[in-house]
């Protein structure tokens, strides 16, 4: 079936370094993906979606491009600050069903 | 707008009780979800609604899980009996229309469970 799987956090990065997050997924068919965030003591919320093949998404200073070839969608951003502190989460729709499949989620901790 | 409300916000039980837990989805939204999310994983999905029918409660453990939605709107899940591995974030979320290309998910801040 569908799975999406993220790298393991905690990841901790001083502040104006450079971030990426690896996302991976199985998937039949061509699903959209998608990063949502969840920031301290607040629900999920879309930060960025690819809907098809080498599409990049980007919100905020980040971006991820959807990979078909290496089943890919990793998060990056040039130079993180202190308030992206928070949990990504890498997810995928079939498109079909309507339901989003997320994977287990990474902790960002920037540090000033 | 405002946005998807949930309530309680935190609920602490014993196991074998009962709970319920409500969510009013955003003004419009067709489809409502109910995930569950273990702490270190992230949201599994528990059942979908489109107006105020199922349309997914494969993951739904409907031995001690249900759920409602009444008149297409507010939805209630109920755990009874609750077990100690149902300690978990309950999320709720809606969309206008069923997840895709281009529909947009919102999801409340949660329910955390307690189960001792």
């Known amino acids: 079936g569908n799975s999406v799987t993220q790298m393991e956090g905690p990841v901790t990065l001083s502040e104006e370094a450079f971030l990426t997050i690896n996302c991976t997924y199985t998937a039949t068919g061509y699903p959209s993906l998608f990063w949502y965030v969840q920031y301290p003591g607040e629900g999920l919320q879309l930060l960025l979606k690819a809907t098809k093949a080498d599409d990049k998404g980007s919100n905020k200073g980040f971006e991820a491009t959807y990979r078909k070839e290496t089943t890919s969608f990793h998060l990056e951003k040039g130079s993180v600050q202190v308030s992206d502190s928070a949990v990504y989460f890498c997810a995928l729709s079939d498109n079909q069903g309507g339901k989003l499949i997320f994977g287990q989620g990474t902790e960002l901790s920037v540090k000033p | 707008e405002a946005g998807v409300a949930q309530s309680p916000r935190y609920k602490i039980i014993e196991k074998r009780q009962s709970v319920a837990f409500w969510c009013n989805p955003i003004s419009g939204h067709a489809t409502l979800y109910w995930y569950q999310q273990i702490l270190g994983q992230g949201p599994k999905l528990l059942i979908q609604?489109?107006?105020?029918?199922?349309?997914?409660d494969s993951q739904l453990p409907k031995d001690r899980f249900s759920a409602e939605r009444l008149k297409g709107v507010d939805s209630t899940l109920k755990i009874q009996p609750a077990k100690l591995e149902d300690s978990a974030v309950y999320l709720c979320a809606s969309s206008f229309d069923r997840v895709g290309n281009n529909e947009k998910l919102f999801f409340g801040s949660g329910t955390q469970l307690s189960v001792l």
């Open positions: 609604f489109q107006n105020n029918g199922v349309v997914d």
